[in-house]
């Protein structure tokens, strides 16, 4: 794991443990870094780089909290109970091709930097 990885990998887990309102003991914990280093592997892969851009962080945050979310459905397409309905995408980077597209592009046009506009 580059050096940019485990920074973004630490930064991107602070953010789900406020938001999760998890402590450090939590067991989830383990799970999550795993979430975490997944979603960095597959948007690396994706783009063709050895290191993220922090600006990526916001993805690796999402994916990895759908992640948590999705675990008790592994392979499930979707999930309806008690009026809750939940459709799961087929790939992880699915919401986020738009902007990662855009990402690319920018690197192929600026050499070596990518930009990325996106308004959540």
């Known amino acids: 794991m580059a050096t940019n990885d485990a920074e973004i990998t630490q930064q991107v887990l602070d953010n789900i443990?406020?938001?999760?309102?998890?402590?450090d003991d939590d067991p989830r914990i383990k799970s999550i870094n795993v979430y975490?280093?997944?979603a960095i592997d597959e948007i690396e892969l994706y783009l063709n780089i050895d290191s993220l851009d922090k600006k990526l962080s916001v993805i690796v945050q999402?994916?990895?909290?759908n992640a948590v979310i999705q675990e008790s459905f592994e392979g499930t397409k979707s999930v309806s109970e008690e009026g809750l309905?939940?459709?799961?995408?087929?790939?992880?980077?699915?919401?986020y091709l738009d902007i990662l597209n855009s990402y690319l592009?920018?690197?192929?046009?600026?050499?070596?930097?990518?930009?990325?506009l996106s308004f959540d």
């Open 36 to 38: 975490i280093q997944n």
């Open 17 to 23: 443990k406020i938001i999760s309102n998890l402590k």
């Open 85 to 95: 309905s939940l459709t799961f995408n087929d790939t992880d980077l699915d919401p």
């Open 105 to 116: 592009d920018g690197l192929r046009s600026n050499s070596h930097r990518g930009a990325a």
């Open 62 to 65: 999402k994916m990895a909290q």
